[in-house]
Structure formats: structure tokens, C-alpha cells
């Protein structure tokens, strides 16, 4: 087993610079940066953050066109509603059921028809049969499905996943890009390749300019890589380029994680995520160990901004 591979077996339940940095050197190690806000000795990431999940606080952000943002419990899930019934992409945690159906009521009192998966982890995922059973067909990128159907595990959250319930399952799938017209908006779907995970795929809202990024983008937050399924560094970097080729001044863009932004503050992460890399792919070139590298302190710049607690599957509208 390489140094960085024993580093995530050695893996406690604190979150770690030292994660995110192996990452940054070999492409290979998880990546979550919130080392001030631990979770308690012996919790579980998961099952901690569905059990917090129940009591989140979800506020609803009216964005342009139609389009809506709830924000406060799993990925931040966007919604356009109109007389096709409501489309969601992402459909957040199954223990924020009630406070979801809550803030969605708000928008549109119209069924949920369409669903659609910006990747397969469960803060974005676990509310899929409840959509499914109301009536919503379920939408993602094939490797979603693929991980959704059969047991995973996560190294960088110590947990197993089981496959998801049948209802959970997406049933129709797409390789690279995928085309809806509804509620008179073009949705239009695209595949980021391996990047947070190997299932990534943005949604971009055309006539009201409103682009999600799922988990490529975390708003002012050091993001997860999750290599157990595919992600690496170098398509973080990859995924954050497309992001900004895809966006204008005005294009209003929601993150997988934190506040709704736009084009300067997705310019200021993808610059992270290359200096970072840069430096550490340096100091690993000259030979120097992972313990050698972290000792050198290689985000020391950007910590007091990007390494700000975010609970797993958490964001703040504020």
C-alpha cells in the first residue's frame, strides 16, 4: 500500500489538510478540508450528518427564471418549477423529508415529475425514493446509477454503502450530455469526467442563465475528492475550467456546497486548486516526503478562507 493509501486506512474521523494534500501530490487520497469543526470521537461522518440532517434549517432562494435554490441540508438542490411539474436536481437527505416537502410547497404546490442526480453520494441522493414514489422519474450519468445499484464504500468517510432501494435507482442514464426542454426551460446536461467522483455532471438552466455545478464547486469550502469512485485532483482542476468556460458575469451559479455565487468566486477557487497542486507536485518532485511536505505547510495561504467549517452535506444560505 502507497503512503497516501495507508493514510486514508490510518483515516480518523477528524478531517484533515494532510488528506488534501497527499491529493494534491499523488492524485489518489480523499480530500475535505474542515479541521475546525471535528466530529465527536467515535461519530460516524455519515450517520452523524443524517442524523443532523432531521433538524436543518432549509431556506428557500428565489434565483431567475423560475429557478429556486434550497439551501441548508445535503447538496444544494435547485428547483424550476412550472406546468410541467417541478424539476430537482438533487434531492438531499431522506431525514429532511419533511422540511424539503416544506420548502418546495413554498415555490410550487405542483408534483415533482423530474429528478435528476448531479452524482451518486448520499447527501444529494438519499431522497430519491421518496421523489420516485411520488411520481418523479430519476435522471443521471451511468456511473451514478452504477454505484446507487451496488455496495460502495467511501475510504475518506469510513463507510460502506448498501445499494440503494429499486425506487432509488435512476432509470434513465447518459454518457455525456443530455437535453431536456421543460416548463419552457432548456436543461441542459453535461459530464464533467472524473472529477469529485467518476459520475459528475452540471445542469445549466439556458434561458435563465443559472448554472449548477454539483460538488465540483464548493463555495468558499476546501472540497472532498473522493477517489473510491474516481475522483481525482487533476479532473478537479479539469471540471473547474469547464465551469468558468461555461459561465459569464451574469450567469447566477449554484455550488454543490456554500453560498450561491458566480464567475469571481469560481475564478478564485479554480486558482486554488491549481496553486496548491503546483506547490505540492513541487515539493514531492524533489523528493520530499508526505510527512516533509505537510510540514512546509503548503495552504497556509488560503486556510483562513478555505478551511472554514462545513459539516458533511450542510451549506448556509448567509
Do not use: C
Not at 14 to 35: M, Y
Not at 237 to 258: C, D, R, Y
Request: no cysteine; proline share 4%.
Amino acid at each position: 500500500m502507497s503512503q497516501e493509501n495507508q493514510l486514508v486506512a490510518n483515516y480518523s474521523h477528524g478531517f484533515s489538510r494532510r488528506r488534501f494534500i497527499a491529493s494534491a501530490g499523488v492524485l489518489t487520497a480523499a480530500a475535505w478540508l474542515s479541521p475546525r469543526h471535528p466530529f465527536a470521537e467515535g461519530e460516524n461522518i455519515v450517520l452523524a450528518a443524517r442524523k443532523r440532517a432531521e433538524t436543518a434549517n432549509i431556506a428557500v432562494q428565489a434565483l431567475r427564471g423560475n429557478v429556486s435554490a434550497l439551501i441548508g441540508s445535503g447538496g444544494n438542490i435547485a428547483v424550476l418549477a412550472g406546468r410541467d411539474g417541478k424539476v430537482i436536481i438533487d434531492s438531499g437527505y431522506a431525514t429532511s423529508r419533511a422540511r424539503i416537502t416544506d420548502a418546495l410547497a413554498k415555490i410550487d404546490l405542483g408534483p415533482i415529475n423530474h429528478l435528476v442526480n448531479i452524482h451518486w453520494h448520499f447527501d444529494d441522493t438519499d431522497g430519491n425514493e421518496r421523489m420516485h414514489s411520488e411520481g418523479a422519474t430519476i435522471l443521471a450519468h451511468e456511473n451514478t446509477r452504477k454505484h446507487l445499484s451496488t455496495t460502495t464504500r467511501v475510504e475518506g468517510w469510513d463507510f460502506t454503502f448498501p445499494p440503494s432501494p429499486a425506487g432509488a435507482i435512476p432509470t434513465e442514464v447518459f454518457d455525456r450530455e443530455k437535453t431536456l426542454y421543460l416548463n419552457s426551460t432548456t436543461i441542459a446536461l453535461s459530464y464533467y469526467g472524473p472529477s469529485h467522483t467518476d459520475g459528475d455532471v452540471s445542469a445549466y438552466f439556458v434561458e435563465a442563465e443559472v448554472f449548477h455545478t454539483g460538488d465540483t464547486w464548493w463555495n468558499g469550502h476546501y472540497p472532498f475528492i473522493d477517489y473510491s469512485t474516481g475522483g481525482n485532483i487533476k479532473g478537479m482542476i479539469k471540471a473547474a475550467e469547464a465551469n468558468l468556460a461555461k459561465v459569464t458575469e451574469k450567469t447566477i451559479v449554484i455550488p454543490g456546497h456554500g453560498k450561491i455565487g458566480g464567475k469571481p468566486e469560481m475564478t478564485e477557487y479554480r486558482d486554488m486548486l491549481i496553486n496548491i497542486h503546483d506547490r505540492v507536485a513541487a515539493l514531492k518532485k524533489e523528493g520530499k516526503s508526505l510527512e516533509e511536505i505537510v510540514a512546509t505547510k503548503p495552504t497556509a495561504a488560503y486556510d483562513s478562507k478555505w478551511a472554514g467549517p462545513l459539516l458533511l452535506g450542510t451549506s448556509s444560505p448567509n
